[in-house]
C-alpha cells in the first residue's frame, strides 16, 4: 500500500479560473509529476555539490609523468 499525504497550494484566483477551463488537463497528475521531477534535480544538486566538498577534502596528488615512467618501465 502507497501511502500519501495532502500539499495544500494556494493559487491566484484567476490562475484558478484558468485552470477550471482547461478541463482535459490532469492538473493533479501535473502537479506531481512536476514536483516528482523537482525533487529529483535537487538531489541530484545536493549530491553534487557534497561530492564537491569531498573533493576539496582530498590530498590526492597525481604525477602524469611518475606514471608514465612507470608504465614504460614495466614494459620494456
Do not use: C
Request: net charge positive; charged share 40%.
Amino acid at each position: 500500500m502507497i501511502m500519501s499525504s495532502v500539499y495544500s497550494v494556494r493559487l491566484p484566483k484567476k490562475l484558478k479560473e484558468q485552470m477550471e477551463q482547461l478541463d482535459n488537463v490532469d492538473w493533479q497528475s501535473e502537479a506531481r509529476s512536476f514536483l516528482e521531477e523537482r525533487v529529483r534535480k535537487e538531489r541530484i544538486n545536493r549530491q553534487i555539490e557534497e561530492a564537491k566538498k569531498n573533493k576539496g577534502r582530498m590530498k590526492v596528488t597525481l604525477d602524469v609523468a611518475s606514471l608514465i615512467r612507470e608504465d614504460r618501465e614495466r614494459v620494456h
